[in-house]
């Protein structure tokens, strides 16, 4: 069996995505719409073989949103996908793909927890690092910074 390219899999992203993916050295980026996020992480699983959820995270590009991003491995290739969604400005909702990689858990509570980003269909979307009576979103561009932090006991 002759292990999957990156160019190979793009072709594939390609054809049933209708978006080109970027291919860089042993791996390759998409941009989706956040609708396409559980449906290509599906695809990835399956049809790319990227069995391995690595990381999730996002970023806070102020007035033009937050972005969403999650590595995926296919470890026999190797090959590294990078799929990425952006939020319009203000909004936060995307959808959980903890039903297709039960790693993204997690990573997705984290991500709610710095960002504010609310994984719709998580099973258990609370805070992870902070307590639950923390206000704001530490990652957060509009998080005030200058507010006095209680001691830790």
Do not use: S
Request: proline fraction near 7%; aromatic fraction near 10%; hydrophobic fraction near 40%.
């Amino acid at each position: 069996m002759t292990a999957l390219t990156p160019a190979a899999a793009a072709a594939q992203i390609q054809q049933h995505f209708g978006v080109a993916p970027v291919v860089a050295g042993g791996g390759l980026g998409v941009t989706l719409p956040r609708e396409r996020w559980q449906e290509f992480a599906r695809f990835a699983k399956n049809a790319l073989e990227c069995r391995y959820f690595n990381w999730l995270t996002a970023v806070d590009w102020k007035e033009q949103g937050l972005e969403i991003l999650a590595r995926l491995d296919n470890v026999e290739a190797p090959m590294a996908v990078t799929m990425r969604t952006r939020l319009e400005p203000g909004a936060t909702h995307c959808p959980t793909v903890t039903g297709v990689f039960r790693g993204a858990d997690w990573m997705e509570r984290e991500c709610y927890d710095m960002f504010g980003v609310v994984f719709d269909g998580h099973p258990d979307l609370r805070r992870i690092l902070l307590g639950q009576d923390w206000e704001g979103h530490p990652l957060r561009k509009d998080y005030a910074v200058d507010t006095p932090q209680a001691p830790y006991r």
